[in-house]
């Protein structure tokens, strides 16, 4: 049984690189989160796929964040031009959704991203 | 920003002692689920309430969906090391099943 999987577990740079980050679904799953976490605090959501289609966006996600699903499998998380203010765990979750029953999302260990 | 408050911020109890905590929203929400998370992971499901007033158990876990939608408990029972970790609630409601997270409740068994 292989759960949500995310690459790279940490990630280190300077500001003002860019990064990217990919998270492996649940095989099965059609639906797919990004959220953000920072210390002490709980996860945020950022944005989410339904298949390939990007539903929904949160205002946390800035100009600088893109995301993409486009096979309708694994999604990247690009990050450009990083701020010390990006710095936090970014996770990745994926449910199934059917006939409006949706099973509840499964997380993946996440990406800790530190910008120095 | 968020919109459920937990409590107890931080535990600090003894193994085998039982342990139980709440989370609680100004707003109504038909999907309440609590997570474990342990420093470095991702959360893990524990227990998932889809009915207001139900009561579901997961082994020595225990939580209710408060009959108003409003609330949730969970509630842990003869603690064990393993427990140790941050737990937080989360609600989504159908149609827009994004999740919102508490703040989360910090439990730490004392030696």
């Known amino acids: 049984d292989t759960g949500v999987s995310q690459d790279p577990r940490h990630k280190i740079t300077k500001r003002g690189q860019n990064v990217t980050f990919r998270c492996d679904p649940i095989?099965?799953?059609?639906?797919l989160y990004w959220y953000r976490q920072t210390l002490g605090q709980g996860p945020e959501f950022l944005t989410y796929?339904?298949?390939?289609?990007?539903?929904?966006k949160s205002r946390l996600l800035s100009d600088r964040f893109s995301a993409e699903r486009p096979k309708g499998s694994f999604s990247t998380l690009e990050i450009q031009r990083t701020e010390q203010g990006d710095s936090a765990m970014y996770l990745c979750?994926?449910?199934?959704?059917?006939?409006?029953?949706?099973?509840?999302?499964?997380f993946g260990p996440g990406t800790r991203l530190l910008v120095l | 920003g968020q919109q459920l408050n937990q409590s107890p911020q931080s535990m600090f109890i003894q193994e085998g002692e039982d342990v139980s905590m709440n989370c609680t929203s100004s707003?109504?929400?038909?999907?309440w689920l609590w997570y474990k998370q342990d420093p470095g992971e991702g959360p893990v499901l524990l227990i998932a309430?889809?009915?207001?007033?139900e009561l579901t158990s997961n082994g020595r876990l225990t939580a209710q969906f408060g009959i108003t939608r409003k609330d949730s408990f969970l509630n842990i029972s003869a603690s064990i090391p393993s427990d140790v970790g941050i737990y937080f609630c989360?609600?989504?409601?159908?149609?827009?099943?994004?999740?919102?997270f508490g703040t989360g409740t910090r439990l730490t068994i004392i030696p």
């Open positions: 979750a994926s449910s199934w959704l059917a006939g409006g029953y949706q099973e509840t999302q499964y």
């Open positions: 095989s099965e799953h059609n639906r």
């Open positions: 796929f339904q298949n390939e289609a990007q539903l929904e």
């Open positions: 707003s109504i929400f038909n999907t």
């Open positions: 309430l889809y009915k207001a007033g």
């Open positions: 989360a609600v989504s409601n159908f149609g827009n099943e994004k999740l919102t």
